[in-house]
């Protein structure tokens, strides 16, 4: 087995070719669980990690459960409309807080009642008396730093990230005209997937894979040829993927009046660092989100959103239907590769495969991640 620093270097020198002469990062950083502990905690630990959007806590009480880099996580929206990212395990004996979704007044431990305020305050534990005083700062519920940006909800598990809007200006100016932080969730998939969580966002940041995997839903309208990465500019990679002929793809609900005609001569999908997937069509949003549990699983949820204004058609439920039919039959011919990636990843035979200049994002994304992993 390699030690995990020569890995390293390994996989800072495949990223850090130019794109002409890039490779992938070697095989074993799609498979070793030293790499993915490695990961979570010098990655997903240290950075914002999108969790939810703020269409699933609209109101106060509203919670979900969430886990990020394996810490048990309850966003909650509070009394004061403030949301929160709260440790999930009671201060008691270490109970999980609450699975799913869900609302209530305050949040209580199924296992012995230990009751907290929507701000992690402990307000009651029955049964206590005999026990000396209860030190209420070292049982109310630790709370992580929480920010919402375009009405995405991020965490920061070690609290120590720069603020994420800066960092993600250029972005968000492209993205105002769509009013994500007004979208409606429009549809929900959830897939188990066994595979690294890398080869899902590697798929979804190229297009290259389009005349191959998906011939007949997107290649003929989105021809892999001319899928066409930004520059880096930020903790973000960008894919241009231009409606062929340069024509206006046909939309499924009326847009946002103020989205420029240039966007509609095609999509974008995006990677915010480490691993947030965002696909922005005209009309519509979809979200990839990656609940990362080991170095061959996650727990994948496809998110579906348009904005309020576009859904004001007669035959809305309907055309809901088909967006989420159509994902999913996007998803599951990306499943056969993703899945025969990973085999391929886990045998000997594995090289760190030349890249494509049309797999610029991938590179862009691999090399942020090595920067990461190899700071102090
Ligand atoms: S573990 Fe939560 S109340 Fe006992
Ligand atoms: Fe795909």
């Known amino acids: 087995m390699q ?16 794109l002409a002469d890039a ?14 502990e490695a990961e979570k905690e010098r990655i997903f630990r240290r950075n914002w990690v999108s969790v939810g959007h703020v269409a699933e806590i609209p109101k106060p009480g509203d919670r979900f459960r969430i886990d990020v880099a394996g810490e048990p996580l309850l966003i909650v929206r509070g009394r004061d409309g403030v949301v929160r990212a709260l440790s999930a395990v009671c201060r008691h004996r270490a109970m999980l807080l609450a699975e799913g979704a869900g609302n209530a007044g305050t949040i209580s431990c ?21 026990a000396s005083p209860l030190d209420e700062a070292a049982c109310a519920l630790p709370s992580f730093a929480c920010e919402v940006w375009n009405g995405f909800i991020f965490v920061n598990l070690d609290g120590r990230a720069a603020p994420l809007a800066a960092a993600l ?15 409606e969730i429009v549809g929900r998939v959830v ?12 798929n979804f940041m190229e297009a290259y894979h389009h005349f191959a995997i998906h011939p007949e839903t997107f ?15 930020g903790p973000f990679a960008a894919l241009r993927m231009p409606h062929k ?6 939309p499924l609900f009326p847009p946002l009046p103020d989205i420029p005609d240039e ?16 696909a922005v069509f005209v009309d519509t949003v979809t979200w990839y989100r990656m609940e990362i549990e080991s170095a061959g699983s996650f727990r994948l949820t496809i998110y579906l959103f348009a904005h309020p204004r576009s859904l004001d058609v007669p035959d809305a439920e309907a055309l809901k239907e088909f967006l989420r039919e159509a994902a999913t039959a996007v998803h599951i011919e990306d499943i056969a590769a993703c899945e025969g990636v990973q085999k391929g990843l886990e045998s000997r035979m594995a090289v760190p495969g030349r890249l494509s200049p049309l797999e610029a994002a991938i590179h862009q994304h691999q090399q942020w991640l090595m920067g990461e992993l190899v700071k102090a």
Not at 3 to 18: D, T
Not at 221 to 231: C, I, K, R, T, V
């Open 245 to 250: 002929g340069n024509e206006l793809s046909e």
């Open 23 to 36: 490779r992938l990062l070697p095989s074993r950083f799609y498979t070793s669980t030293e790499i993915f």
């Open 191 to 202: 897939f188990d997937q066994r595979y690294n969580w890398k080869v899902l966002a590697d």
């Open 219 to 233: 290649e003929p309208n989105y021809p892999a040829a001319m899928s066409q990465a930004d520059e880096a500019r």
């Open 263 to 278: 966007a509609r001569r095609g999509f974008s999908v995006f990677n915010i660092y480490p691993s947030m997937l965002l």
């Open 3 to 18: 030690p995990i620093a020569e890995l390293l270097k390994e996989g800072a020198a495949a990223v850090g070719r130019p």
């Open 169 to 183: 200006a250029p972005l968000g100016e492209e993205l105002a005209p769509w009013k994500m932080d007004e979208l």
């Open 110 to 130: 199924p296992y012995h009642k230990w009751t907290y305020a929507l701000d992690g305050a402990l307000m009651a534990a029955p049964l206590m008396e005999g």
